[in-house]
T-cell receptor, first 113, second 110 residues
Framework: DTGVSQDPRHKITKRGQNVTFRCDPI?????LYWYRQTLGQGPEFLTY????????KSRLLSDRFSAERPKGSFSTLEIQRTEQGDSAMYLC???????????FGPGTRLTVT | EDQVTQSPEALRLQEGESSSLNCSYT??????LFWYRQDPGKGPEFLFT???AGEEKEKERLKATLTKKESFLHITAPKPEDSATYLC???????????FGQGTRLTINP
């Protein structure tokens, strides 16, 4: 399977702990996106990378959130000092060219207790 | 503010009963209207992209259309396996993000 992969698929953590998620995009895609989705809502944009450069960040991405794509391949999303409101599905997507379809991974379901 | 709104929020149909889902958008400089299917606990699966008013795309029992203010996803003679949440999203001029609607949860009863 050469689609977008995400790890872990599920994460349960206690409030105040740090968590890190990984995304591996489709191999030839140089554009990578992070979204967050809560129950009954559509995905909300968090941030965008073109190669290793982080070019767009949403106001949703507070100081506790940081994303990296060190070599322009996989990406990590870290949440520090997690809060219950961070509980959501975190989705990664990739695309080959701008303004075209984005292909999503299976998501990481985060539960903060 | 860029906004995408889908209706209805939920729709139940009998197998074989055709219907349409609506997606209305107010987006500054739309750069593509995208339709996705999402099954419970999974990521969205790409279905269609429409770029110009009047454009239509078809795939099996699904057909997507686009006007200057809204898009429709028509489902013809649906089957239970078409049950899913259908999401539409707008591409924004000058940005790379997609702005999603809240989705329509479609249930097809056998």
């Amino acid at each position: 399977d050469t689609g977008v992969s995400q790890d872990p698929r599920h994460k349960i953590t206690k409030r105040g702990q740090n968590v890190t998620f990984r995304c591996d995009p489709i191999s030839e895609h140089n554009r990578l996106y992070w979204y967050r989705q809560t129950l009954g809502q559509g995905p909300e944009f968090l941030t965008y990378f073109q190669n290793e450069a982080q070019l767009e960040k949403s106001r949703l991405l507070s100081d506790r959130f940081s994303a990296e794509r060190p070599k322009g391949s996989f990406s990590t999303l870290e949440i520090q000092r997690t809060e219950q409101g961070d509980s959501a599905m975190y989705l990664c997507a990739s695309s080959l060219v701008p303004n075209r379809e984005q292909y999503f991974g299976p998501g990481t379901r985060l539960t903060v207790t | 503010e860029d906004q995408v709104t889908q209706s209805p929020e939920a729709l139940r149909l009998q197998e074989g009963e055709s219907s349409s889902l609506n997606c209305s958008y107010t987006v500054s400089g739309l750069r593509g209207l995208f339709w996705y299917r999402q099954d419970p606990g999974k990521g969205p699966e790409f279905l269609f992209t429409l770029y110009s008013a009047g454009e239509e795309k078809e795939k099996e029992r699904l057909k997507a259309t686009l006007t200057k203010k809204e898009s429709f996803l028509h489902i013809t003679a649906p089957k239970p396996e078409d049950s899913a949440t259908y999401l539409c999203a707008g591409g924004i001029q000058g940005a790379q993000k997609l702005v999603f609607g809240q989705g329509t949860r479609l249930t097809i009863n056998p």
